[in-house]
């Protein structure tokens, strides 16, 4: 198995609602990371954890919370969320932090 | 900190050969990455390179000067399915973590 897994594929929401990505991936990898993609830009990183420990931050907004429950699964909890935080959201895993990268196929979010 | 240029577009002629550039600047270099990305879908990785020199994978090579900073993807045999975004990413070292950065990607159509 060498797919990295996200859930839901699309998803909108109103700026009062609470709601989670999901992304699972089954390769042994113990790095997984949330980036964030607008359209025609290049995907900027948004969290890391490594060993199943949050080991990168990058001053993200605390309306977006990571959670990473086991080694296999990385969840993005969204809460009070602005319209411009529509975006692609993808989720990502590597053998080790800083190796090639596996990416899942991303949660189209449209804030409204 | 981190810099990466890459040309924002190219475009070539199916059959054609095709290299893309990029430069980065980085406090930390542990590697250079090229993914692929189609629009409306996840990168996918191509290559990697370390150490200086030309690393081969069919159509696709990718090559390495550490001293200047610089990397290159070669696209051989162009076919209408490589349009897409090819994105370059430079890992570095911050302490314990590392990461990827990317680069705003150059957008390739091939023309038949």
């Known amino acids: 198995d060498t797919e990295v897994t996200q859930t839901p594929k699309h998803l909108v929401m109103g700026m009062t609602n609470k709601k989670s990505l999901k992304c699972e991936q089954h390769?042994?990898?113990?790095?997984m990371y949330w980036y964030k993609q607008k359209a025609k830009k290049p995907p900027e990183l948004m969290f890391v954890?490594?060993?199943?420990?949050?080991?990168i931050n990058e001053s993200v907004p605390s309306r977006f919370s990571p959670e990473c429950p086991n080694s296999s699964l990385l969840n993005l909890h969204l809460h009070a969320l602005q319209p411009e935080d529509s975006a692609l959201y993808l989720c990502?895993?590597?053998?080790?932090?800083?190796?090639?990268?596996?990416f899942g196929q991303g949660t189209r979010l449209t804030v409204v | 900190g981190q810099n990466i240029d890459q040309p924002t577009e190219m475009t070539a002629t199916e059959g054609a050969i095709v290299q893309i550039n990029c430069t980065y600047q980085?406090?930390?270099?542990?590697?250079l990455f090229w993914y692929q990305q189609h629009a409306g879908e996840a990168p996918t990785f191509l290559s990697y390179n370390v150490l200086d020199g030309l690393e081969e994978k069919g159509r696709f090579s990718s090559f390495l000067s550490r001293s200047k900073g610089y990397s290159y993807l070669l696209l051989k045999e162009l076919q209408m399915k490589d349009s897409a975004s090819y994105l370059c990413a430079v890992r570095d070292v911050d302490g314990s973590a590392r990461q990827l950065t990317f680069g705003s990607g150059t957008q390739l159509t091939v023309l038949p």
């Open positions: 990502a895993s590597s053998r080790t932090s800083g190796a090639e990268a596996f």
């Open positions: 954890y490594s060993y199943e420990k949050l080991s």
């Open positions: 980085t406090s930390g270099f542990n590697g």
């Open positions: 390769m042994g990898h113990r790095a």
